[in-house]
Protein backbone atom coordinates (compact mmCIF):
# COMPACT_ATOMS: atom_id res chain seq x y z
CA UNK A 1 0.00 0.00 0.00
CA UNK A 2 2.71 2.34 1.00
CA UNK A 3 4.48 1.42 -2.44
CA UNK A 4 1.10 2.73 -4.07
CA UNK A 5 0.99 5.85 -1.65
CA UNK A 6 4.30 6.85 -2.76
CA UNK A 7 3.86 6.82 -6.51
CA UNK A 8 0.89 8.43 -6.35
CA UNK A 9 2.32 11.75 -4.17
CA UNK A 10 5.34 11.45 -6.71
CA UNK A 11 2.60 11.84 -9.79
CA UNK A 12 1.16 14.55 -8.15
CA UNK A 13 3.86 16.43 -7.21
CA UNK A 14 6.02 15.60 -10.11
CA UNK A 15 4.91 18.62 -12.87
CA UNK A 16 27.69 -7.73 -29.30
CA UNK A 17 28.70 -9.82 -32.02
CA UNK A 18 31.80 -7.03 -33.25
CA UNK A 19 31.06 -4.48 -35.23
CA UNK A 20 32.76 -3.89 -39.01
CA UNK A 21 36.52 -2.84 -38.04
CA UNK A 22 38.03 -0.46 -40.77
CA UNK A 23 35.79 1.36 -43.04
CA UNK A 24 31.99 0.93 -43.29
CA UNK A 25 30.89 -0.51 -46.16
CA UNK A 26 27.66 -2.11 -47.21
CA UNK A 27 26.48 -4.14 -50.37
CA UNK A 28 24.21 -2.56 -52.63
CA UNK A 29 21.60 -4.59 -54.94
CA UNK A 30 19.04 -3.92 -58.03
CA UNK A 31 16.33 -6.21 -59.14
CA UNK A 32 14.45 -6.15 -62.57
CA UNK A 33 11.39 -9.02 -61.89
CA UNK A 34 8.77 -9.89 -64.34
CA UNK A 35 6.32 -11.96 -62.53
CA UNK A 36 3.06 -14.33 -64.64
CA UNK A 37 0.82 -15.16 -61.41
CA UNK A 38 -1.95 -17.76 -62.14
CA UNK A 39 -4.74 -16.81 -59.28
CA UNK A 40 -6.57 -20.27 -59.42
CA UNK A 41 -3.79 -21.96 -59.30
CA UNK A 42 -1.58 -20.22 -56.94
CA UNK A 43 1.09 -20.28 -58.64
CA UNK A 44 3.54 -17.93 -60.53
CA UNK A 45 6.48 -17.79 -62.83
CA UNK A 46 8.79 -15.50 -62.10
CA UNK A 47 12.40 -13.37 -64.25
CA UNK A 48 15.22 -11.76 -62.84
CA UNK A 49 17.36 -9.20 -63.73
CA UNK A 50 19.93 -8.77 -60.63
CA UNK A 51 23.01 -5.99 -60.55
CA UNK A 52 25.06 -6.93 -57.06
CA UNK A 53 27.59 -4.72 -56.19
CA UNK A 54 30.07 -5.64 -53.96
CA UNK A 55 31.53 -2.55 -51.80
CA UNK A 56 33.31 -4.90 -49.27
CA UNK A 57 37.16 -5.04 -49.38
CA UNK A 58 36.65 -9.11 -50.33
CA UNK A 59 36.76 -10.98 -53.50
CA UNK A 60 33.42 -12.84 -53.60
CA UNK A 61 33.71 -17.02 -55.01
CA UNK A 62 30.23 -18.04 -54.15
CA UNK A 63 26.77 -16.10 -53.33
CA UNK A 64 23.87 -17.15 -51.17
CA UNK A 65 19.83 -16.57 -52.15
CA UNK A 66 17.10 -17.10 -49.70
CA UNK A 67 14.25 -19.25 -50.99
CA UNK A 68 11.88 -18.25 -48.11
CA UNK A 69 9.10 -20.47 -49.06
CA UNK A 70 11.05 -24.09 -49.51
CA UNK A 71 9.96 -23.91 -45.61
CA UNK A 72 6.66 -24.41 -45.71
CA UNK A 73 6.38 -27.83 -46.17
CA UNK A 74 6.45 -31.42 -43.96
CA UNK A 75 9.90 -32.31 -42.97
CA UNK A 76 11.29 -28.63 -43.52
CA UNK A 77 13.76 -27.47 -41.05
CA UNK A 78 10.91 -24.97 -39.61
CA UNK A 79 8.35 -27.86 -39.10
CA UNK A 80 11.12 -30.21 -37.50
CA UNK A 81 11.71 -27.01 -35.15
CA UNK A 82 7.78 -26.52 -34.44
CA UNK A 83 7.74 -30.41 -33.73
CA UNK A 84 10.73 -30.45 -31.41
CA UNK A 85 9.12 -27.46 -29.42
CA UNK A 86 5.95 -28.25 -28.63
CA UNK A 87 3.76 -26.36 -26.96
CA UNK A 88 7.39 -24.07 -26.00
CA UNK A 89 7.00 -22.83 -29.61
CA UNK A 90 5.37 -20.54 -31.25
CA UNK A 91 1.75 -21.25 -31.09
CA UNK A 92 1.00 -19.93 -34.33
CA UNK A 93 2.98 -22.86 -35.70
CA UNK A 94 1.54 -25.24 -34.00
CA UNK A 95 -1.73 -26.52 -32.24
CA UNK A 96 -1.86 -28.24 -29.24
CA UNK A 97 2.36 -29.04 -29.46
CA UNK A 98 1.76 -30.62 -32.90
CA UNK A 99 3.45 -29.05 -36.04
CA UNK A 100 0.86 -27.08 -38.45
CA UNK A 101 3.32 -27.67 -41.53
CA UNK A 102 3.20 -31.39 -41.00
CA UNK A 103 -0.25 -31.46 -42.15
CA UNK A 104 0.06 -29.22 -45.11
CA UNK A 105 -1.47 -31.39 -48.28
CA UNK A 106 1.23 -31.89 -50.75
CA UNK A 107 -0.82 -29.57 -53.44
CA UNK A 108 -0.87 -26.61 -50.88
CA UNK A 109 3.28 -26.92 -49.89
CA UNK A 110 4.97 -23.93 -50.78
CA UNK A 111 8.05 -24.20 -52.89
CA UNK A 112 10.69 -21.65 -55.31
CA UNK A 113 12.27 -24.11 -57.91
CA UNK A 114 15.13 -22.51 -59.78
CA UNK A 115 15.28 -23.40 -63.67
CA UNK A 116 18.35 -21.49 -64.02
CA UNK A 117 20.78 -18.78 -63.27
CA UNK A 118 23.88 -16.88 -65.18
CA UNK A 119 26.16 -14.26 -64.37
CA UNK A 120 27.10 -11.96 -67.05
CA UNK A 121 25.69 -14.45 -69.29
CA UNK A 122 27.97 -17.82 -68.06
CA UNK A 123 25.56 -20.58 -66.31
CA UNK A 124 25.64 -21.25 -62.81
CA UNK A 125 26.14 -24.31 -60.54
CA UNK A 126 24.13 -24.12 -57.36
CA UNK A 127 22.69 -26.02 -54.38
CA UNK A 128 20.24 -26.17 -52.42
CA UNK A 129 20.36 -26.51 -48.92
CA UNK A 130 16.84 -25.91 -47.66
CA UNK A 131 15.91 -22.40 -47.66
CA UNK A 132 19.13 -21.42 -48.79
CA UNK A 133 20.54 -21.58 -52.44
CA UNK A 134 24.27 -21.47 -52.89
CA UNK A 135 25.91 -19.98 -56.04
CA UNK A 136 29.24 -21.10 -57.43
CA UNK A 137 30.06 -17.90 -59.37
CA UNK A 138 32.09 -18.04 -62.57
CA UNK A 139 33.76 -15.07 -62.25
CA UNK A 140 34.67 -13.78 -58.90
CA UNK A 141 33.33 -10.73 -57.67
CA UNK A 142 36.68 -8.32 -56.59
CA UNK A 143 36.38 -5.71 -54.24
CA UNK A 144 34.28 -2.44 -55.56
CA UNK A 145 32.60 -4.07 -58.47
CA UNK A 146 29.49 -4.95 -59.58
CA UNK A 147 27.94 -8.02 -61.60
CA UNK A 148 25.31 -9.42 -63.57
CA UNK A 149 22.84 -11.93 -62.42
CA UNK A 150 19.34 -13.49 -64.39
CA UNK A 151 17.73 -16.43 -63.14
CA UNK A 152 14.11 -17.96 -64.15
CA UNK A 153 12.11 -20.00 -61.49
CA UNK A 154 8.38 -21.03 -60.48
CA UNK A 155 7.01 -20.70 -57.39
CA UNK A 156 3.99 -22.15 -55.33
CA UNK A 157 2.21 -19.52 -53.09
CA UNK A 158 2.08 -21.85 -49.99
CA UNK A 159 -0.86 -22.94 -47.48
CA UNK A 160 -0.78 -20.01 -45.24
CA UNK A 161 0.33 -20.42 -42.12
CA UNK A 162 3.13 -17.86 -41.12
CA UNK A 163 3.25 -14.33 -42.82
CA UNK A 164 3.04 -15.50 -46.36
CA UNK A 165 0.53 -17.84 -48.08
CA UNK A 166 -2.93 -18.33 -49.95
CA UNK A 167 -6.56 -17.93 -48.19
CA UNK A 168 -5.54 -16.75 -45.01
CA UNK A 169 -8.30 -16.68 -42.50
CA UNK A 170 -9.36 -13.66 -43.21
CA UNK A 171 -9.82 -14.26 -46.41
CA UNK A 172 -7.14 -12.30 -47.99
CA UNK A 173 -6.37 -14.70 -51.49
CA UNK A 174 -2.94 -14.49 -51.85
CA UNK A 175 -0.26 -12.74 -49.22
CA UNK A 176 3.14 -12.65 -51.28
CA UNK A 177 6.08 -11.85 -48.74
CA UNK A 178 9.71 -13.26 -49.12
CA UNK A 179 8.56 -14.48 -52.28
CA UNK A 180 11.62 -14.01 -54.61
CA UNK A 181 15.19 -15.44 -54.49
CA UNK A 182 16.31 -12.88 -52.81
CA UNK A 183 20.62 -12.40 -52.34
CA UNK A 184 21.80 -12.79 -48.71
CA UNK A 185 23.40 -9.55 -47.01
CA UNK A 186 26.96 -9.87 -46.52
CA UNK A 187 29.07 -7.94 -44.22
CA UNK A 188 32.38 -7.82 -41.40
CA UNK A 189 30.30 -11.13 -40.08
CA UNK A 190 30.29 -12.83 -43.67
CA UNK A 191 27.06 -13.97 -45.27
CA UNK A 192 24.17 -13.91 -43.07
CA UNK A 193 22.84 -16.92 -44.55
CA UNK A 194 20.66 -17.75 -41.73
CA UNK A 195 17.94 -21.03 -42.49
CA UNK A 196 14.38 -19.37 -42.18
CA UNK A 197 12.68 -21.36 -39.10
CA UNK A 198 9.84 -18.81 -38.70
CA UNK A 199 11.34 -15.56 -37.19
CA UNK A 200 13.62 -13.03 -38.70
CA UNK A 201 15.28 -11.66 -41.94
CA UNK A 202 18.21 -9.31 -42.90
CA UNK A 203 19.06 -8.14 -46.93
CA UNK A 204 21.28 -5.68 -48.29
CA UNK A 205 19.37 -2.41 -49.50
CA UNK A 206 18.40 -2.33 -53.19
CA UNK A 207 16.16 -0.96 -55.42
CA UNK A 208 13.29 -2.49 -57.36
CA UNK A 209 11.31 -2.78 -60.85
CA UNK A 210 8.68 -5.27 -60.40
CA UNK A 211 5.96 -6.11 -63.00
CA UNK A 212 3.31 -8.06 -61.54
CA UNK A 213 0.93 -9.85 -64.37
CA UNK A 214 -2.17 -11.09 -62.68
CA UNK A 215 -6.01 -11.32 -63.58
CA UNK A 216 -7.62 -8.07 -63.76
CA UNK A 217 -9.94 -7.84 -61.07
CA UNK A 218 -7.49 -8.60 -58.69
CA UNK A 219 -6.20 -6.03 -56.65
CA UNK A 220 -2.22 -5.12 -55.56
CA UNK A 221 -1.28 -3.60 -52.05
CA UNK A 222 2.56 -3.46 -52.23
CA UNK A 223 5.30 -1.42 -50.79
CA UNK A 224 6.51 0.68 -53.09
CA UNK A 225 5.33 3.47 -55.70
CA UNK A 226 2.71 2.38 -57.78
CA UNK A 227 3.65 3.34 -61.59
CA UNK A 228 0.53 2.65 -63.33
CA UNK A 229 -2.33 3.69 -61.73
CA UNK A 230 -4.59 4.32 -64.36
CA UNK A 231 -4.07 1.07 -65.80
CA UNK A 232 -5.39 -1.52 -62.77
CA UNK A 233 -7.78 -1.72 -60.27
CA UNK A 234 -8.74 0.34 -56.99
CA UNK A 235 -5.98 3.00 -57.04
CA UNK A 236 -7.41 5.82 -59.30
CA UNK A 237 -11.31 6.46 -59.65
CA UNK A 238 -10.71 7.14 -63.83
CA UNK A 239 -8.61 4.33 -64.49
CA UNK A 240 -9.16 2.27 -67.44
CA UNK A 241 -7.63 -1.47 -66.84
CA UNK A 242 -5.59 -2.23 -69.37
CA UNK A 243 -5.25 -6.06 -70.15
CA UNK A 244 -3.86 -8.78 -72.19
CA UNK A 245 -4.98 -11.52 -74.59
CA UNK A 246 -5.72 -14.00 -71.02
CA UNK A 247 -7.76 -10.56 -69.43
CA UNK A 248 -4.65 -9.93 -67.23
CA UNK A 249 -3.53 -6.24 -65.92
CA UNK A 250 0.24 -5.89 -64.95
CA UNK A 251 0.96 -3.52 -62.34
CA UNK A 252 4.27 -2.02 -62.50
CA UNK A 253 5.79 -1.17 -59.06
CA UNK A 254 9.39 0.74 -57.79
CA UNK A 255 11.15 1.47 -54.83
CA UNK A 256 14.80 2.77 -53.78
CA UNK A 257 16.65 1.96 -51.07
CA UNK A 258 14.80 -1.05 -49.38
CA UNK A 259 15.57 -4.33 -47.80
CA UNK A 260 12.88 -5.72 -49.60
CA UNK A 261 9.51 -5.85 -52.04
CA UNK A 262 6.16 -7.57 -50.46
CA UNK A 263 2.88 -7.18 -51.88
CA UNK A 264 -0.72 -9.33 -51.49
CA UNK A 265 -3.46 -9.48 -54.03
CA UNK A 266 -7.40 -10.00 -53.31
CA UNK A 267 -10.41 -9.14 -55.63
CA UNK A 268 -12.30 -7.36 -52.94
CA UNK A 269 -9.47 -4.85 -51.57
CA UNK A 270 -10.73 -1.51 -50.98
CA UNK A 271 -7.75 1.21 -51.53
CA UNK A 272 -8.09 4.39 -49.35
CA UNK A 273 -4.81 6.79 -49.28
CA UNK A 274 -4.21 9.98 -47.17
CA UNK A 275 -1.27 12.55 -47.07
CA UNK A 276 0.92 12.62 -43.57
CA UNK A 277 2.00 16.27 -43.33
CA UNK A 278 5.74 16.42 -43.44
CA UNK A 279 5.53 12.54 -44.04
CA UNK A 280 4.70 9.57 -46.35
CA UNK A 281 1.35 8.94 -48.36
CA UNK A 282 -0.55 6.10 -46.33
CA UNK A 283 -2.80 3.40 -48.18
CA UNK A 284 -4.83 1.35 -46.50
CA UNK A 285 -5.43 -1.74 -48.44
CA UNK A 286 -8.20 -3.75 -46.68
CA UNK A 287 -11.67 -6.03 -47.47
CA UNK A 288 -14.08 -3.06 -46.04
CA UNK A 289 -17.38 -4.15 -44.01
CA UNK A 290 -18.47 -4.38 -40.49
CA UNK A 291 -15.60 -6.34 -39.32
CA UNK A 292 -12.77 -3.72 -40.30
CA UNK A 293 -14.62 -0.95 -39.20
CA UNK A 294 -12.19 1.01 -37.26
CA UNK A 295 -9.95 1.30 -39.85
CA UNK A 296 -11.68 4.40 -41.04
CA UNK A 297 -10.82 5.84 -37.32
CA UNK A 298 -7.56 4.76 -37.08
CA UNK A 299 -6.17 7.61 -39.70
CA UNK A 300 -5.75 10.52 -37.46
CA UNK A 301 -4.00 8.02 -34.93
CA UNK A 302 -2.21 7.29 -37.96
CA UNK A 303 -1.08 10.58 -38.99
CA UNK A 304 0.37 11.52 -35.47
CA UNK A 305 2.05 8.31 -35.05
CA UNK A 306 4.42 9.62 -38.02
CA UNK A 307 4.30 12.92 -36.79
CA UNK A 308 5.82 11.53 -33.37
CA UNK A 309 8.65 9.49 -34.99
CA UNK A 310 9.62 11.97 -37.57
CA UNK A 311 9.81 14.40 -34.44
CA UNK A 312 11.98 12.00 -31.75
CA UNK A 313 13.60 9.77 -33.97
CA UNK A 314 13.95 11.00 -37.31
CA UNK A 315 12.22 11.83 -40.40
CA UNK A 316 10.39 8.69 -42.37
CA UNK A 317 12.64 8.69 -46.10
CA UNK A 318 10.04 6.76 -47.85
CA UNK A 319 7.22 8.47 -50.47
CA UNK A 320 4.58 6.08 -49.50
CA UNK A 321 3.56 3.17 -46.79
CA UNK A 322 0.59 0.70 -47.36
CA UNK A 323 -1.25 -1.12 -44.51
CA UNK A 324 -2.14 -4.70 -46.32
CA UNK A 325 -4.48 -6.59 -44.68
CA UNK A 326 -2.54 -9.99 -45.24
CA UNK A 327 -0.59 -12.68 -43.32
CA UNK A 328 -1.16 -13.38 -39.74
CA UNK A 329 -0.63 -10.52 -36.56
CA UNK A 330 1.58 -8.42 -38.04
CA UNK A 331 4.72 -8.49 -39.89
CA UNK A 332 6.50 -5.70 -41.29
CA UNK A 333 8.11 -5.01 -45.20
CA UNK A 334 9.81 -2.96 -47.33
CA UNK A 335 7.24 0.55 -47.20
CA UNK A 336 4.53 -1.51 -46.03
CA UNK A 337 2.90 -4.05 -43.33
CA UNK A 338 0.80 -6.89 -43.55
CA UNK A 339 -1.66 -7.18 -40.43
CA UNK A 340 -4.90 -8.91 -39.67
CA UNK A 341 -7.55 -6.51 -40.29
CA UNK A 342 -10.35 -7.92 -38.17
CA UNK A 343 -9.30 -5.63 -34.75
CA UNK A 344 -11.64 -6.10 -31.62
CA UNK A 345 -11.13 -2.36 -30.90
CA UNK A 346 -9.47 0.60 -32.26
CA UNK A 347 -6.80 0.76 -29.64
CA UNK A 348 -6.24 -2.54 -30.81
CA UNK A 349 -5.97 -1.78 -34.54
CA UNK A 350 -4.13 1.41 -34.05
CA UNK A 351 -1.40 -0.50 -31.28
CA UNK A 352 -0.77 -3.09 -34.47
CA UNK A 353 -0.14 -0.13 -36.82
CA UNK A 354 1.74 1.55 -34.72
CA UNK A 355 4.06 -1.68 -33.97
CA UNK A 356 4.46 -2.65 -37.25
CA UNK A 357 4.97 0.68 -38.51
CA UNK A 358 7.30 1.66 -36.31
CA UNK A 359 9.66 -1.36 -37.87
CA UNK A 360 9.79 1.28 -40.26
CA UNK A 361 12.52 2.80 -38.55
CA UNK A 362 13.80 -0.21 -36.05
CA UNK A 363 14.12 -2.32 -39.02
CA UNK A 364 13.68 -0.91 -42.31
CA UNK A 365 15.72 2.12 -42.13
CA UNK A 366 17.70 1.11 -39.36
CA UNK A 367 18.61 -2.43 -40.86
CA UNK A 368 19.44 -4.34 -37.94
CA UNK A 369 20.37 -7.76 -38.06
CA UNK A 370 17.42 -9.39 -36.91
CA UNK A 371 18.89 -13.15 -36.66
CA UNK A 372 21.31 -12.07 -34.59
CA UNK A 373 19.99 -9.29 -32.83
CA UNK A 374 16.31 -9.36 -33.01
CA UNK A 375 16.09 -7.54 -29.34
CA UNK A 376 17.35 -4.32 -31.14
CA UNK A 377 14.49 -4.66 -34.11
CA UNK A 378 11.66 -5.38 -31.93
CA UNK A 379 12.80 -3.94 -28.59
CA UNK A 380 13.41 -0.24 -30.08
CA UNK A 381 10.42 -0.61 -31.54
CA UNK A 382 8.19 -1.37 -28.26
CA UNK A 383 9.97 1.18 -26.62
CA UNK A 384 8.47 3.88 -28.99
CA UNK A 385 4.97 1.85 -28.76
CA UNK A 386 5.25 2.59 -25.17
CA UNK A 387 5.44 6.37 -25.67
CA UNK A 388 3.03 6.72 -29.02
CA UNK A 389 0.27 4.76 -27.64
CA UNK A 390 0.54 7.00 -24.03
CA UNK A 391 -0.02 9.65 -25.78
CA UNK A 392 -2.65 8.60 -28.59
CA UNK A 393 -4.70 6.36 -25.62
CA UNK A 394 -3.66 7.52 -22.44
CA UNK A 395 -4.97 5.98 -19.68
CA UNK A 396 -6.79 7.26 -16.50
CA UNK A 397 -4.77 8.17 -13.25
CA UNK A 398 -1.57 7.57 -15.15
CA UNK A 399 1.64 8.19 -13.54
CA UNK A 400 4.28 9.98 -15.58
CA UNK A 401 5.84 6.78 -16.82
CA UNK A 402 4.88 5.34 -20.08
CA UNK A 403 6.77 1.92 -20.10
CA UNK A 404 5.42 1.27 -16.34
CA UNK A 405 3.27 -1.97 -17.73
CA UNK A 406 6.51 -3.23 -19.98
CA UNK A 407 8.98 -2.89 -16.93
CA UNK A 408 6.06 -4.83 -14.94
CA UNK A 409 5.98 -7.21 -17.71
CA UNK A 410 9.55 -8.32 -17.32
CA UNK A 411 9.77 -8.49 -13.92
CA UNK A 412 6.61 -10.69 -14.18
CA UNK A 413 8.03 -13.35 -16.65
CA UNK A 414 11.36 -13.52 -14.78
CA UNK A 415 9.95 -14.84 -11.87
CA UNK A 416 8.74 -17.76 -14.03
CA UNK A 417 12.26 -18.93 -14.08
CA UNK A 418 12.10 -19.27 -18.03
CA UNK A 419 14.00 -16.43 -19.46
CA UNK A 420 16.83 -16.79 -21.87
CA UNK A 421 19.58 -14.06 -22.16
CA UNK A 422 18.58 -11.78 -25.27
CA UNK A 423 21.78 -11.86 -27.38
CA UNK A 424 20.60 -15.56 -28.18
CA UNK A 425 20.05 -15.85 -32.54
CA UNK A 426 16.86 -14.98 -32.65
CA UNK A 427 15.77 -18.94 -34.08
CA UNK A 428 17.46 -20.56 -31.26
CA UNK A 429 15.95 -19.95 -28.16
CA UNK A 430 14.30 -23.32 -26.72
CA UNK A 431 10.81 -21.50 -26.01
CA UNK A 432 8.72 -19.61 -27.51
CA UNK A 433 7.63 -17.03 -24.58
CA UNK A 434 11.58 -16.88 -23.52
CA UNK A 435 12.33 -15.30 -27.25
CA UNK A 436 9.67 -12.87 -27.34
CA UNK A 437 10.59 -11.65 -23.70
CA UNK A 438 13.94 -11.51 -24.56
CA UNK A 439 13.74 -9.75 -27.93
CA UNK A 440 10.04 -7.42 -27.27
CA UNK A 441 10.62 -6.95 -23.63
CA UNK A 442 14.28 -6.88 -22.72
CA UNK A 443 15.14 -5.00 -25.77
CA UNK A 444 12.24 -2.47 -24.62
CA UNK A 445 13.66 -2.05 -21.22
CA UNK A 446 17.34 -1.79 -22.16
CA UNK A 447 16.13 1.78 -23.67
CA UNK A 448 14.41 2.10 -20.39
CA UNK A 449 16.86 1.24 -17.80
CA UNK A 450 19.28 3.56 -20.37
CA UNK A 451 16.31 6.01 -19.71
CA UNK A 452 16.94 5.75 -16.16
CA UNK A 453 20.77 5.90 -16.14
CA UNK A 454 21.56 8.78 -18.46
CA UNK A 455 18.10 10.69 -17.97
CA UNK A 456 15.67 10.81 -20.54
CA UNK A 457 16.84 13.71 -21.75
CA UNK A 458 19.96 12.50 -22.90
CA UNK A 459 18.84 9.21 -24.10
CA UNK A 460 16.33 11.26 -26.52
CA UNK A 461 19.51 12.66 -27.75
CA UNK A 462 21.29 9.51 -28.43
CA UNK A 463 18.29 8.06 -30.52
CA UNK A 464 18.67 11.18 -32.62
CA UNK A 465 21.97 10.73 -33.32
CA UNK A 466 21.81 7.03 -34.14
CA UNK A 467 19.22 7.46 -36.16
CA UNK A 468 21.41 10.91 -38.20
CA UNK A 469 24.33 8.32 -38.43
CA UNK A 470 22.94 4.87 -38.92
CA UNK A 471 19.72 5.42 -40.63
CA UNK A 472 19.81 3.46 -44.14
CA UNK A 473 22.87 1.01 -42.50
CA UNK A 474 23.04 -2.00 -40.72
CA UNK A 475 24.07 -0.41 -37.15
CA UNK A 476 24.98 -2.93 -34.55
CA UNK A 477 24.67 -2.95 -30.62
CA UNK A 478 28.13 -2.02 -30.50
CA UNK A 479 27.47 1.23 -32.81
CA UNK A 480 24.59 1.92 -30.41
CA UNK A 481 26.87 1.88 -27.18
CA UNK A 482 29.66 4.12 -28.86
CA UNK A 483 26.98 6.73 -29.68
CA UNK A 484 25.47 6.58 -25.80
CA UNK A 485 28.56 6.68 -24.68
CA UNK A 486 29.58 10.11 -26.52
CA UNK A 487 26.72 12.15 -25.89
CA UNK A 488 25.80 11.22 -22.04
CA UNK A 489 29.78 10.92 -20.97
CA UNK A 490 28.53 8.00 -19.12
CA UNK A 491 30.44 4.47 -19.48
CA UNK A 492 27.78 1.93 -20.56
CA UNK A 493 29.73 -1.23 -21.62
CA UNK A 494 29.12 -2.89 -18.41
CA UNK A 495 25.15 -2.36 -18.63
CA UNK A 496 25.12 -3.59 -22.21
CA UNK A 497 26.81 -7.06 -21.07
CA UNK A 498 24.61 -7.77 -18.00
CA UNK A 499 21.07 -6.85 -20.05
CA UNK A 500 21.93 -8.25 -23.22
CA UNK A 501 24.62 -11.04 -22.36
CA UNK A 502 23.12 -12.84 -19.44
CA UNK A 503 19.61 -13.22 -16.97
CA UNK A 504 20.80 -11.76 -14.05
CA UNK A 505 18.71 -8.77 -12.75
CA UNK A 506 18.41 -6.19 -10.75
CA UNK A 507 17.51 -6.02 -6.60
CA UNK A 508 18.00 -3.23 -4.29
CA UNK A 509 16.12 -2.73 -1.04
CA UNK A 510 15.75 -0.30 1.99
CA UNK A 511 17.44 -2.31 4.81
CA UNK A 512 17.47 -0.04 7.52
CA UNK A 513 16.15 3.95 8.25
CA UNK A 514 17.60 5.75 11.82
CA UNK A 515 16.25 8.83 12.90
CA UNK A 516 18.48 11.70 14.44
CA UNK A 517 17.42 14.66 15.80
CA UNK A 518 17.97 17.54 12.66
CA UNK A 519 18.63 14.35 10.02
CA UNK A 520 17.86 10.45 8.72
CA UNK A 521 20.36 7.66 7.81
CA UNK A 522 19.58 5.35 5.50
CA UNK A 523 20.91 2.05 4.35
CA UNK A 524 20.45 0.45 1.17
CA UNK A 525 21.34 -3.38 0.34
CA UNK A 526 22.10 -4.64 -3.00
CA UNK A 527 20.44 -8.08 -3.52
CA UNK A 528 20.67 -8.56 -7.37
CA UNK A 529 23.68 -9.27 -9.30
CA UNK A 530 23.20 -6.13 -11.49
CA UNK A 531 25.07 -3.22 -10.44
CA UNK A 532 22.64 -0.11 -11.06
CA UNK A 533 23.14 3.92 -9.82
CA UNK A 534 20.58 4.94 -7.87
CA UNK A 535 17.74 7.16 -7.49
CA UNK A 536 16.59 7.65 -4.13
CA UNK A 537 13.62 10.28 -3.11
CA UNK A 538 12.35 11.91 -0.08
CA UNK A 539 8.71 12.98 0.35
CA UNK A 540 8.46 15.83 3.38
CA UNK A 541 5.14 16.69 5.11
CA UNK A 542 5.05 20.42 2.42
CA UNK A 543 4.01 17.76 -0.22
CA UNK A 544 7.95 18.07 -1.41
CA UNK A 545 10.27 15.73 -3.12
CA UNK A 546 13.44 15.83 -3.16
CA UNK A 547 15.69 13.57 -5.24
CA UNK A 548 19.14 12.30 -4.39
CA UNK A 549 21.46 10.60 -7.03
CA UNK A 550 23.88 8.08 -5.98
CA UNK A 551 26.30 7.36 -8.88
CA UNK A 552 28.16 3.89 -9.45
CA UNK A 553 31.98 4.19 -9.63
CA UNK A 554 31.79 2.08 -12.73
CA UNK A 555 30.15 4.75 -15.04
CA UNK A 556 32.74 7.23 -14.46
CA UNK A 557 30.29 10.17 -15.14
CA UNK A 558 27.06 10.66 -13.35
CA UNK A 559 23.38 11.41 -15.11
CA UNK A 560 23.01 15.09 -15.06
CA UNK A 561 19.75 16.17 -15.89
CA UNK A 562 16.33 13.93 -16.14
CA UNK A 563 12.89 14.66 -17.04
CA UNK A 564 12.00 13.32 -13.38
CA UNK A 565 13.42 15.95 -11.22
CA UNK A 566 16.65 17.91 -10.07
CA UNK A 567 19.24 15.87 -8.00
CA UNK A 568 21.21 15.63 -5.29
CA UNK A 569 24.51 13.85 -5.90
CA UNK A 570 26.02 11.77 -3.05
CA UNK A 571 29.16 9.95 -2.62
CA UNK A 572 29.41 7.14 -5.26
CA UNK A 573 28.31 3.30 -4.52
CA UNK A 574 31.76 0.86 -5.64
CA UNK A 575 29.78 -2.15 -7.50
CA UNK A 576 31.35 -4.62 -5.13
CA UNK A 577 29.64 -2.92 -2.08
CA UNK A 578 26.31 -4.65 -0.62
CA UNK A 579 25.59 -2.03 1.20
CA UNK A 580 25.26 2.07 1.41
CA UNK A 581 24.87 4.60 4.15
CA UNK A 582 23.79 7.75 3.43
CA UNK A 583 21.99 10.89 5.39
CA UNK A 584 19.51 13.15 4.63
CA UNK A 585 18.64 16.64 6.08
CA UNK A 586 15.50 15.47 7.26
CA UNK A 587 14.40 14.63 10.36
CA UNK A 588 11.40 12.12 11.78
CA UNK A 589 8.85 14.76 12.16
CA UNK A 590 9.84 16.24 8.60
CA UNK A 591 9.98 13.17 6.37
CA UNK A 592 6.05 10.76 5.16
CA UNK A 593 8.24 8.55 2.84
CA UNK A 594 11.10 7.90 1.05
CA UNK A 595 12.50 4.68 -1.63
CA UNK A 596 14.34 3.77 -4.37
CA UNK A 597 13.36 5.35 -7.86
CA UNK A 598 10.02 6.89 -7.52
CA UNK A 599 9.84 6.79 -11.67
CA UNK A 600 9.21 3.05 -11.89
CA UNK A 601 11.81 2.94 -14.35
CA UNK A 602 14.54 0.37 -12.73
CA UNK A 603 13.62 -2.81 -13.76
CA UNK A 604 14.59 -3.77 -10.22
CA UNK A 605 12.17 -7.65 -9.40
CA UNK A 606 11.36 -7.29 -5.76
CA UNK A 607 10.08 -3.21 -5.68
CA UNK A 608 8.07 -4.30 -2.51
CA UNK A 609 11.41 -3.25 -0.39
CA UNK A 610 12.53 -0.47 -1.79
CA UNK A 611 10.27 1.93 0.33
CA UNK A 612 9.79 3.08 3.42
CA UNK A 613 6.88 4.90 5.70
CA UNK A 614 7.76 6.84 8.51
CA UNK A 615 4.65 6.02 10.61
Partial sequence: MIRNIFILTFAICANFISAQKGPYYQQAASYKMNIDVDAKALTYNGKQNLKYTNNSPDEL???????????????????????????NGDSRLQKDGISRLASIPKDKEGAQNIHWIKQNGKTLKFEIQETIMKVYLADNIKANSTTNFEMEWDAKIPMQI??????????????????????????Y???????????????????????INIDKDYIIGAGGVLENPTEVKGYDANSKIKADKNKKATWHWTAKNMLDFAWAADK?????????????????????????????????????????????FGNYVYPTYSFIQGGDGGMEYGMCTMILGEARSLEGLVGLMVH????????????????????????????????????LFPPENAIPNPFYQSVQGYIKFNKTGKEEPAGWLGDHHDNGSAYSVASYTKGNTFLIQLNYIVGAPTLNKIMKEFYNQWHL??????????????????????????????????DYAVKDVKYNATSTTITLEKIGDIPMPIDFSIITKDQKITNFQIPMNMTRTW????????FKTLEYWPWTQKEYTFTVPFSKDQIIAGGIDVS???????????FFENK
Fill in 189 to 211: DGWATFDYIGREFHAPFADFDVK
Fill in 356 to 391: EGGHSWNQQMMAYNESMRPWMDEGFTSYYDDQIMNE
Fill in 61 to 87: NVVYFHLYWNAFKPGSMMDQRVTNQGT
Fill in 559 to 566: KKTDAYGD
Fill in 162 to 187: RRSGSNNREGIDMTVTQWYPKIAEYD
Fill in 600 to 610: QRLADVNAENN
Fill in 268 to 312: DYTVENFQVENGPKVYFVYQKSEKTKYWEEAKPYISRFYQYMNSN
Fill in 473 to 506: KHPTDRDFIHIAQEISGIDLKWFHHYWINTTKTI
